[in-house]
């Protein structure tokens, strides 16, 4: 059975997706599209992503959400993050955001978008 994207994350709960892209204006379209989402459904997004292409997300954000909106929108260099928890490895990423989030992760919503890059060109 296809599911579409909100229907997968409606349904289930600590989904890890992962998607592979080689277009960076597709990776932002859809990057902006999970957190723009998350936002609008009440969640607080924190955002794992590098320098570069947060500022890229940061202003796209800018045009679509409120101030109140992008508050709730948490930014972490992936860099400093993973090298952090020292993987990749969903449990090791679960115990250093629940670390570094304490504060929010015993709200009811919350989602994560985090970019790994592989340095492959």
Do not use: C
Request: hydrophobic fraction near 35%; avoid cysteine.
């Amino acid at each position: 059975m296809a599911y579409k994207m909100a229907q997968l994350l409606e349904e289930q709960k600590n989904v890890h997706i992962l998607y592979s892209y080689d277009d960076m204006r597709n990776y932002i379209e859809q990057a902006v599209r999970y957190i723009e989402e998350g936002v609008l459904s009440g969640d607080y997004v924190i955002l794992i992503e590098n320098d570069r292409i947060y500022k890229i997300l940061h202003g796209e954000l800018n045009k679509r959400l409120t101030e109140a909106q992008m508050k709730m929108v948490h930014w972490v260099n992936n860099f400093d993050f993973y090298y952090s928890s020292g993987s990749y490895h969903p449990p090791a990423i679960r115990s250093t955001l629940r670390k570094q989030f304490s504060h929010m992760w015993k709200m009811k919503f919350l989602s994560v978008h985090g970019h790994m890059s592989s340095g492959l060109q």
